[in-house]
């Protein structure tokens, strides 16, 4: 760090250790800063489209994860640098806002600093970049509108979504059995949709994965499928027309919580005491069968002799079910949660048709799965695949699809994929570049150059000549003036996305355009570092 | 630095590394192989052993592992090769799914990711392999399964399947020798079960001692343990109380208890009153009238007199597995509260004759002619616990493998003759596709031809004349013919009766292509920085 001194050679203190501080200032600040997003964005960008490579990460511990979507990417890569952690929460944002397109939203950010960087070598102010840019992101979203179409998701056997979640799968290692996966997760999400309202809770699907078999074997489950089994080994495996007790209450004496002492003086005391403690567990049991309920779900442990005499009661129970399933299964059965056992009535039961213990290869492993819900508004995806990391992955890319269906049914407005709703956007920024008279209009036309960067980079993606395919769209969008030309990605021969039925929801590229402009922006802001030295 | 010698920025934490493109791909590549490599000469019946060492001080240094189990040998190693480390997954996969079939299933990816290697070499985009690697192996699957035969469950023929089955399967492990033997031993556990596929019911005890032709199968089931001393030692029509409870002085549960008085003679009152209780609950259990009781915990000195005296037969500490096998082949209750006498018979479980035996230097107890006739236990004798291991991992295999078989039923001929098929149709199919896809199904019917030849080759045998004549043989239409690894020649498999169960070839099909697409895919790896750790 730059130093100033006073007339006797000492040194001005102006930040606390002054000397252990790096700092980086002016244009040597924006060009660090654009450099270290854009490695991260170059990172991402081979990850992107239906022939995207993946990533292998390997974490701190040694662990190994094969993935494709981009949010996973940068979160498990550790990330140091501060502005390239800007990227890593972008693709975050974009995670937790749409679910799918976190790819994508990284890759533009990384097309419009690469834009910024010859934009500040002509000399043009930051600001004047990020204005233009500003307003060209304006033009494209409405431009993005207008060119987006309403499809009836409901027509032709819910065809529109599974294709939906094709797209969203297309790119990820299950995209194989892209077909068969999408509808089980629009049938999932079909399932626990409030259709009226058009919102989906997806806390009510619920996903989970089992190793072994492959991935074709993974299936929905209209019920809860939860990793326990049965509290004794010799309670029956299945129960039907379940009425279910859910209880968050310890089959165990109970422990109050102030602090208490109770002192045996006697011999009768110690005798009353075991009773009393027997009678405990009679009554814990006997509550809990009075109500009428053939299977008791505990949050908590059961004692040995609490646990037998469910057993001789005839009273199938399963313990330390964990606080998130609880919840399911109260939502999908109807059961209210009893937290205290005196407050045990016929009413706060679940019904379900079927509650069975399932088996899964030579392990010893079993699930319980609860069927024929009363209020079947739960589902699970059982995912199977032959490795654990295929199976993560695999959750992964059906959670993107879930996503994307969900935002269907919010917003039932869709565009073109395969880089055509990018490229109709280029157009239209560049047209509107031509309009304007003062110095943004080059970063204007730089936005327009971006844009084009995410066609472009498909085109690389897929093995196609990036230039040719790009130019070859676009002066057909321009020529039929229809801006659903893209790059013909899967090699079908035909470059019309309509035809090739690849669907992005319009909320989620509206979304990609606005938050990878606003990261841009902040980054644009930046023209002064100070960090500690040992970077 | 990038091209034009710009200094990048440090964008990973330090000691992070990133490979990309090329780099990582060669550096998956050559790990998945290496792994391939390692346990490739454990293949078939002439594969060798290996030996595992471990690593670090202390006394299991000296604990050394003998095995030509895949997954044992793959599970045991430490590998830092992320690319391996998806190897070793999909082996351990393999081992919990059908039990067997784990070195196949190592080898094949490790096969494919070669041929896919020369493939990248000539400039194909790995997707293209990938959309290939598909083609190829929707179509080797649907042979296999048309290649495949069923027989009826109760029929004769599938029980010589199974014995077929079992012997293929210990062909290639130590105890190759005495195969028809286990074989028959392993079947005859496994009908036993009756469809069902708990292998909890069949119990392995193993004890060093006489040699591997002394190990049987007992009918009845054994139970590590010893009878309490001053009770009788043979039982005849025996009822059985097994129970999970304390039987010492039972601590009281109510939380915040604490005993407190005021003069000695209280004491003595309360211990009195303890010694109450325990009898109270002996008094309970006598109520069911059983002559042997089982617990799983500890049973004091005091309860264990009084039912000596009842003349009940009483073992104590039983291991927890124990526990649940005795209760399910003699049809007992686990119990917790005695409080029901009347369930008696529900609760007892009952079996024709309890007794000690010795088996080598060791007492155990015996139940034979139990309730459900399910459960049975194979001793295996062994001059070495080394040996005993190996066997066990052996008969552990074989095991699921029967389970499986008896699960799914379909059979294929062994002998790599599955493999050629799968390889042959994906040859035919090679010439109806289009594109570039197609060198990639081609290399798929290659690597699957690898399995047979590295057989030949770990048998020291020709393998290029053999598998060439394997194959004239197939299209001659001999779909029946396979490897006779004892001469090296190419015989008939329904003559030798060599069979494998189809489920387990299906399964290592799947899990090694989509291990070996996984990594296919990847085209950066990105290490994090070794966590920290303290050395405190």
């Not at chain 1, 699970?380 to 990391?389: A, D, F, K």
């Not at chain 2, 039987?247 to 005993?259: A, E, N, P, S």
């Not at chain 2, 004892?486 to 070839?505: A, F, H, P, S």
Request: hydrophobic residues 40%.
């Amino acid at each position: 760090m730059s130093l100033a001194f006073d007339d006797y050679g000492r040194p001005y203190i102006i930040l606390r250790d002054q000397g252990q501080k790096k700092r980086m200032k002016g244009l040597e600040a924006y060009k660090s800063n654009i450099l270290a997003a854009k490695a991260v964005a170059n990172t991402l960008s081979s990850s992107l489209g239906p022939k995207g490579m993946d990533k292998m990460l390997v974490s701190p511990d040694g662990d190994v994860s094969v993935t494709n979507d981009g949010a996973t990417i940068v979160e498990k890569m550790e990330i140091q640098h501060p502005t390239a952690k800007l990227l890593v929460e972008l693709s975050q944002s974009q995670d937790a806002e749409i679910g799918d397109g976190t790819t994508g939203v990284v890759v533009l950010a990384g097309k419009l600093l690469e834009q910024a960087l010859t934009l500040l070598d002509k000399g043009i102010h930051p600001l004047k970049i990020s204005d233009g840019f500003d307003r060209a992101c304006d033009v494209a979203i409405k431009h993005l509108e207008t060119i987006s179409e309403e499809i009836d998701i409901q027509a032709n056997d819910n065809e529109a979504l599974v294709q939906a979640a094709c797209t969203a799968l297309g790119s990820k290692v299950v995209s194989k059995r892209k077909r068969e996966l999408g509808k089980i997760a629009v049938t999932a999400v079909l399932d626990v949709a409030d259709l009226a309202r058009r919102d989906v809770n997806l806390d009510l699907i619920k996903i989970q994965t089992k190793t072994g078999g492959s991935v074709e074997d993974t299936r929905l489950i209209s019920g809860i499928l939860i990793d326990k089994d049965m509290s004794h080994p010799q309670m029956p495996k299945e129960v039907k027309d379940a009425k279910i007790c859910l209880l968050t209450c310890p089959f165990e004496p109970p422990k109050p919580k102030t602090k208490h002492n109770i002192n045996i003086s006697s011999a009768d005391d110690y005798k009353k005491l075991y009773l009393q403690e027997q009678q405990y567990f009679v009554d814990m049991v006997k509550l809990v069968k009075n109500s009428g309920a053939n299977i008791a779900l505990c949050q908590w442990g059961f004692d040995d002799e609490a646990n037998h005499l469910l057993l001789q009661n005839e009273l199938p129970a399963v313990r330390w079910v964990s606080g998130t399933d609880v919840e399911l299964i109260a939502m999908a059965t109807g059961a209210r949660i009893i937290p205290r056992f005196q407050e045990i009535t016929p009413e706060k039961l679940g019904k379900a048709g079927c509650v069975k213990e399932v088996q899964f290869g030579t392990s010893n492993e079993r699930m319980l799965v609860i069927e024929n819900c009363q209020c079947t508004k739960a589902v699970t995806i059982l995912i199977r695949g032959g490795s654990q990391m295929i199976v993560d992955e695999a959750k992964r890319s059906i959670h993107d699809a879930i996503c994307v269906i969900r935002n269907l049914i919010k917003d039932n407005r869709i565009v073109y994929g395969g880089g055509s709703a990018e490229l109709a956007c280029a157009i239209q920024v560049l047209q509107y570049a031509d309009e304007v008279s003062s110095v943004e209009q080059y970063a204007i036309r730089s936005f327009a150059d971006a844009l084009e960067g995410i066609p472009c980079c498909l085109a690389d993606n897929c093995g196609l000549n990036p230039i040719t395919s790009v130019a070859q769209a676009k002066a057909l969008q321009l020529k039929e003036n229809n801006p659903r030309i893209g790059i013909d990605c899967m090699e079908l021969g035909t470059i019309d996305m309509k035809e090739q039925r690849i669907y992005e929801t319009l909320s989620s590229k509206k979304q990609q355009i606005q938050l990878a402009t606003q990261v841009v922006k902040m980054i644009l802001k930046i023209d002064d570092v100070i960090a500690p030295d040992d970077y | 630095m990038d091209i034009v010698g710009n200094v990048l920025p440090q964008v990973l934490k330090d000691e992070a590394t990133e490979d990309k493109g090329e780099m990582a791909r060669l550096q998956s590549f050559v790990g998945a192989i290496a792994v391939a490599d390692l346990v490739k000469t454990t293949l078939g019946p002439k594969g060798m052993d290996k030996i595992l060492k471990p690593t670090g001080p202390g006394q299991e240094m000296t604990h050394i592992t003998v095995t030509n189990d895949g997954a044992t040998i793959l599970k045991s190693m430490y590998v830092e090769n992320p690319a391996a480390k998806i190897l070793i997954e999909i082996s351990k996969t393999q081992d919990e799914e059908v039990g067997d079939g784990t070195t196949t299933v190592a080898v094949l990816a490790g096969e494919l990711l070669r041929e896919g290697e020369k493939l990248i070499q000539k400039r194909i985009h790995p997707q293209h392999v990938i959309a290939g690697w598909r083609i190829a192996r929707d179509v080797a699957l649907k042979r296999l399964r048309d290649i495949s035969s069923e027989n009826d469950i109760k029929s004769q023929e599938f029980h010589n399947d199974l014995v077929k089955i079992a012997r293929t399967t210990l062909s290639s492990k130590l105890i190759t020798q005495d195969r028809d033997y286990f074989a028959d031993l392993c079947v005859k556990a496994v009908l036993r079960l009756k469809g069902s596929s708990n292998l909890d019911y069949i119990q392995i005890i193993k004890l060093p001692g006489g040699t591997i032709r002394d190990s049987y199968l007992d009918d009845g089931f054994i139970l590590k343990k010893q009878i309490t001393i001053g009770c009788k030692r043979r039982i005849e029509n025996a009822k059985i109380l097994v129970a999970n409870t304390a039987m010492d002085y039972d601590k009281i549960k109510i939380y915040g208890t604490k005993v407190k008085v005021n003069s000695m003679d209280k004491v003595a009152e309360i211990e009195a009153a303890e010694k109450e209780k325990m009898k109270n609950k002996v008094d309970k259990i006598l109520k069911y009238q059983p002559t042997v009781f089982v617990n799983r915990q500890l049973i004091y000195n005091y309860p264990e007199q009084l039912l000596a005296d009842s003349n009940i037969t009483v073992i104590e500490h039983a291991d927890f597995e124990g526990m649940e096998r005795v209760a399910a082949a003699t049809g007992a209750e686990i119990l917790s509260t005695f409080d029901a006498p009347e369930r008696r018979d529900q609760v007892l479980g009952h079996c024709d004759l309890i007794e000690e035996i010795m088996i080598g230097e060791e007492k155990m107890i015996k139940f034979t002619g139990c309730k459900k006739n399910e459960a049975c236990t194979i001793v295996l004798r062994g001059s070495s616990i080394h040996i005993l291991d190996e066997v066990d991992r052996s008969i552990h295999d074989v095991l699921c493998v029967l389970t499986t078989t008896v699960k799914n039923r379909r059979v294929v001929w062994g002998g790599g003759n599955s493999e050629m098929q799968m390889a042959a149709a994906c040859e035919e199919e090679a010439k109806k596709v289009q594109g570039k896809q197609a060198l990639a199904i081609e290399a798929y019917a290659r690597a699957l031809r690898q399995i047979p030849t590295i057989i030949c080759d770990n048998g020291g045998y020709d393998s290029a004349e053999l598998i060439q004549n394997f194959n004239v043989e197939l299209q001659k239409g001999n779909l029946t013919s396979g490897l006779n690894m004892n001469d090296g020649t190419i015989g008939d498999m329904q003559e030798l009766g060599v069979k494998e169960c189809m489920r387990v070839k299906e399964q290592a099909v799947m899990a090694a292509s989509e291990a070996a697409e996984l990594i296919m895919r990847v085209d950066d790896i990105v290490k994090c920085a070794p966590r920290k750790r303290d050395r405190a």
